[in-house]
């Protein structure tokens, strides 16, 4: 993780005026800050004319919206803060079941207040609530492309393995199409679908995300011919 903090405090410095001893105080200009005079007391070994270091606070430099964000946030940190947020997202489901007056929608919202009391108030590019709120979604964000990219390799990976299955024997699909459908005799009972009738479909479900293969089906898929009825495919609906 990457943090970058501003420098607090500095050192400077300052010149001991004539007919100034040890022990008596001198003001100066914080040279950090052109608004801001200090005070401070001449070092027992500093003699009119000589310098003395003194530490002085540096003035924190502006922020506004188009500061460029110096935070970096690697996955693993990223994946933390999506738990955690889901952590305490049921948690407050759990409180809002158990005790009705529990408000679940507006304690979640304290979950950013909590997020950003995790890191120092000294950065560069301040982490605060509204801060915190965007870092998640953006985290949730890349959480999610990464799964259906995850997915969308899964799937091509089922595909190619599938047609490779298919073709090891030397058979097109066109000729399996056409064993399926042709009629033959059988012993088996009218009721059961007869084995030349049915057509096995190898569908590969991703581990993760969302995205699933689709496969077109129809009614007459579902129905059970005799092996001597012909097989009637219906048009797809066209509403």
């Avoid at 110096?70 to 955690?84: A, C, D, G």
């Avoid at 953006?138 to 490779?164: C, D, I, P, Y």
């Avoid at 399996?176 to 009738?197: F, I, M, N, Q």
Wanted: proline share 10%; hydrophobic share 30%; aromatic share 8%.
């Amino acid at each position: 993780i990457h943090l970058p903090r501003f420098q607090s405090k500095t050192k400077v410095a300052v010149l001991c005026p004539p007919g100034r001893k040890p022990g008596d105080f001198v003001t100066f200009v914080n040279p950090t800050n052109s608004g801001q005079k200090l005070r401070v007391k001449v070092p027992k070994d500093c003699v009119p004319g000589g310098s003395f270091k003194v530490t002085v606070p540096v003035k924190r430099p502006p922020i506004s919206s188009s500061s460029k964000d110096l935070n970096k946030f690697p996955r693993e940190i990223q994946e933390l803060l999506v738990e955690y947020a889901r952590a305490f997202d049921d948690w407050c489901n759990a409180m809002g079941e158990y005790d009705k007056s529990f408000s679940p929608f507006k304690e979640k919202q304290g979950k950013y207040e909590v997020i950003a009391s995790f890191f120092p108030n000294n950065l560069l590019t301040p982490i605060d609530d509204a801060y915190a709120k965007k870092l998640l979604r953006r985290s949730r964000q890349n959480r999610n492309k990464r799964l259906r990219a995850a997915a969308l390799r899964q799937l091509e990976e089922g595909e190619e393995g599938a047609g490779s299955d298919s073709n090891k024997d030397g058979n097109s699909d066109a000729d399996d199409r056409s064993k399926s459908t042709a009629p033959a005799k059988t012993d088996e009972k009218p009721d059961e679908v007869p084995s030349t009738l049915v057509k096995q479909v190898r569908i590969h479900f991703p581990a993760m995300g969302s995205i699933f293969p689709e496969f077109p089906f129809h009614l007459t898929d579902f129905d059970h011919h005799n092996a001597s009825d012909p097989v009637v495919q219906q048009p797809p609906n066209q509403d």
